[in-house]
């Protein structure tokens, strides 16, 4: 659940950044706790306390963040390297 709403929150902050390291930095943060999540949801369907289909569908969620959030984390690093 820790990781899981980081995510928003670290977005969140990011978009309130003082700079463009700043934002960068915490779009980067919260791509790790998104794989930390798919880690946990990973972990949660293979001790099925999750059941098959619930955990799936939020791996397929969290996969999707992690897209986004990399997409943004490269468009960043070249705009800061320009």
Not at 38 to 59: A, F, H, M, N, V
Request: aromatic share 6%; charged share 30%.
């Amino acid at each position: 659940v820790r990781s899981g709403t980081a995510i928003g929150a670290l977005v969140e902050e990011a978009i309130g950044g003082q700079s463009g390291k700043d934002f960068y930095a915490k779009i980067t943060i919260a791509y790790k706790e998104a794989r930390e999540t798919k880690y946990w949801l990973r972990l949660l369907r293979d001790t099925k306390l999750l059941d098959s289909r619930q955990s799936d569908e939020l791996i397929n969620d969290a996969e999707e963040l992690l897209r986004i959030i990399g997409a943004i984390q490269k468009t960043m690093k070249t705009r800061l390297n320009s």
